[in-house]
T-cell receptor
Framework: DAGITQSPRHKVTETGTPVTLRCHQT?????MYWYRQDPGHGLRLIHY???????DKGEVSDGYSVSRSKTEDFLLTLESATSSQTSVYFC?????????????FGPGTRLLVL | GDSVTQMEGPVTLSEEAFLTINCTYT??????LFWYVQYPGEGLQLLLK?????DKGSNKGFEATYRKETTSFHLEKGSVQVSDSAVYFC??????????????FGKGTKLSVKP
């Protein structure tokens, strides 16, 4: 257990509304990640963070923004949700260094955009 | 860029059957390789990993060997149980190569084990 929680765990929202998902970790990990999981695509990286206020884009970042104002929290925001953003969102942290680096995942947030 | 290809499912086996899920990769550097498992309704759990060529990762009766010559990391288990029913993901990470430490996933293989 890497001490990762995500909130909310489930959310239903309407197209055009803003949505913020929260990832919280308790073990002071430097690296944090947001992925989305869709059938037939596996998991794809949205954004990641390598420190407070240090973030970068992943493979599928369009329509998403992130913020990390403190080590323990990494927020994912959908500024104006669309139906194509219906997905399961996973947060992850990274432990170890170099080739021993390993990512551990939170329980996920299931988002439905109507 | 870096990529992972794993066999498409679903895979259906009887209890106590032998399991192989194929995984091959392409990478610009020297990646670490992972298998993650996702049980129904849950998040991803690390199943096993290998960090260099010829390393064997193992956990819960599952094994996978890092084969650099064939760029493969096939998952095997000698005798599956109903409780092994899940989706299995192969992934790679290379902090100093193309993925820059980010995980690159295969699309997942759904395994169903029948009693």
């Amino acid at each position: 257990d890497a001490g990762i929680t995500q909130s909310p765990r489930h959310k239903v929202t309407e197209t055009g509304t803003p949505v913020t998902l929260r990832c919280h970790q308790t073990e002071n990990h430097r690296y944090m990640y947001w992925y989305r999981q869709d059938p037939g695509h596996g998991l794809r990286l949205i954004h990641y963070s390598y420190g407070v206020k240090d973030t970068d884009k992943g493979e599928v970042s369009d329509g998403y923004s992130v913020s990390r104002s403190k080590t323990e929290d990494f927020l994912l925001t959908l500024e104006s949700a669309t139906s194509s953003q219906t997905s399961v969102y996973f947060c992850a942290i990274s432990e170890g260094r170099g080739h021993q680096e390993t990512q551990y995942f939170g329980p996920g947030t299931r988002l439905l955009v109507l | 860029g870096d990529s992972v290809t794993q066999m498409e499912g679903p895979v259906t086996l009887s209890e106590e059957a032998f399991l192989t899920i194929n995984c091959t990769y392409t990478a610009t550097g020297y990646p670490s390789l992972f298998w993650y498992v996702q049980y129904p309704g849950e998040g991803l759990q690390l199943l096993l990993k290998a960090t260099k060529a010829d390393d064997k990762g193992s956990n819960k009766g599952f094994e996978a060997t890092y084969r650099k010559e064939t760029t493969s990391f096939h998952l095997e288990k000698g005798s599956v149980q109903v409780s092994d029913s899940a989706v299995y993901f192969c992934a790679l990470s290379d902090r100093y190569g193309g993925s820059q430490g980010n995980l690159i996933f295969g699309k997942g293989t759904k395994l169903s084990v029948k009693p």
